[in-house]
Every structure is written in C-alpha cells, then in structure tokens.
T-cell receptor
Framework: SQTIHQWPATLVQPVGSPLSLECTVE??????LYWYRQAAGRGLQLLFY??????ISSEVPQNLSASRPQDRQFILSSKKLLLSDSGFYLC????????????FGSGTRLTVV | AQSVTQPDIHITVSEGASLELRCNYS??????LFWYVQSPGQGLQLLLK??????LVQGIKGFEAEFKRSQSSFNLRKPSVHWSDAAEYFC??????????FGTGTRLQVTL
C-alpha cells in the first residue's frame, strides 16, 4: 500500500532563518506531488506541484521554493522566513489524473516568530 | 478557471440530526469532485469522489453526496450525525490538469 510521510510535525523558526520541509511517498512510482498551505479561514492554497523529478510548477509568487531531487521526495524550502510564512503546510500525492484524488500527509505546523 | 464555493463557514447540528453541507463549483466540463474531512491538526482524509456515472455517491463514515449538473452543486449529506463527525469539511474540484482547487471549508460542530 502507498503511504506518505511528512516531517517535522511542528516547527518554530525565527524570522530570517532557513526552512526545509520534507515529504516522501512509499509504495508507488512517478507520483504527482503537491505542496499546499492552509491559513485559517482561507482553505488550501496550492503552492507547488510536480509531475516528475526536477519538474516544479509554482502557483503563486512567494518566499518559498520547492525541489524534487528523487522520484518520491518533495522538499519545500526557504532561504529566509517571513512572519507571513506561518501556517499549516500539507504535502499530497496523486496518480496521474484525478480518478483517485489526492492522498495527504499529516501536515507541518510552522510558526515563524 | 475552476473554483469552489462553500457558502457556510460554520454549521452547528445536534447529534442524531441530519446534515447537509453545500458546495458549488465552477468548471467548464464535467468535473472531478471530492469531499475531504480534516480533524484539528491533521491532514485531509478523502470521504468520497465523483467523476462519472451515478450522480449519488456513497462514501466512508456514512456520508453521501449528490452531483447536480444543472445547479453546479455537489452537496454532502449524512442522515444522522455523530459527535465524532465534528471536523472541517472541504469540497474540491479538478479537471484534466490533475490539480485540485479547494473551497475554504465548513467547520462542523456537533452538540450533544
């Protein structure tokens, strides 16, 4: 069966510090991978998605970047965090197409102080 | 562009009462439609999905949803709510690009 792992679960970082959130998927190959940010009352905002190694699409301009160094690994990064980067970050994977929907990780609560 | 509207931010129902959460979507063709549930501090769990066939779909935990093309709606229903159903519910729409667009969510509170 397929599983998705996301870590850390919580993170408190000072303004201006770097960020690295990691997401890995097991039990499947060539998944589509996604990073979402969830802010209170604003639903889920798609930040990045990837359909293959090294292929990253950015949905919104921001202080964050994403990379996919391996088929089942998706990393969200920042060189210098802003207060506005605080939020709940969710990684998800899907097969090609939407017949099975997305499967989400358990999320990372990031607080920038 | 695809979009989803969940008009109810917060709903409170009594345990044992029926539930309907509203979802309206905008998409040019036949969409893929989903309902997800999120408990506090957790990821999202898929409740049910629709992309073709019978317009009334059954999901996990006793939930069902009905696709109504004429109304561009995909409302979620449950005949009798349990206290454990208290959570946030998200409707989502997708198309050929494999990207899902989510609504802003409806928070369900269940009173005993």
């Amino acid at each position: 069966s397929q599983t998705i792992h996301q870590w850390p679960a919580t993170l408190v970082q000072p303004v201006g510090s770097p960020l690295s959130l990691e997401c890995t998927v097991e039990g499947t190959s060539n998944p589509n991978l996604y990073w979402y940010r969830q802010a209170a009352g604003r639903g889920l905002q798609l930040l990045f998605y990837s359909v293959g190694i090294g292929q990253i699409s950015s949905e919104v301009p921001q202080n964050l970047s994403a990379s996919r160094p391996q088929d089942r690994q998706f990393i969200l990064s920042s060189k210098k965090l802003l207060l506005s980067d605080s939020g709940f970050y969710l990684c998800a994977w899907s097969r090609e197409g939407l017949s099975y929907g997305y499967t989400f990780g358990s999320g990372t609560r990031l607080t920038v102080v | 562009a695809q979009s989803v509207t969940q008009p109810d931010i917060h709903i409170t129902v009594s345990e044992g009462a029926s539930l309907e959460l509203r979802c309206n979507y905008s998409y040019g063709a036949t969409p893929y439609l989903f309902w997800y549930v999120q408990s506090p501090g957790q990821g999202l769990q898929l409740l049910l999905k629709y992309f073709s066939g019978d317009t009334l779909v059954q999901g996990i935990k006793g939930f069902e949803a009905e696709f109504k093309r004429s109304q561009s709606s995909f409302n979620l229903r449950k005949p009798s709510v349990h206290w454990s159903d208290a959570a946030e519910y998200f409707c989502a729409v997708g198309g050929t690009a494999s990207k899902l667009t989510f609504g802003t969510g409806t928070r369900l509170q269940v009173t005993l």
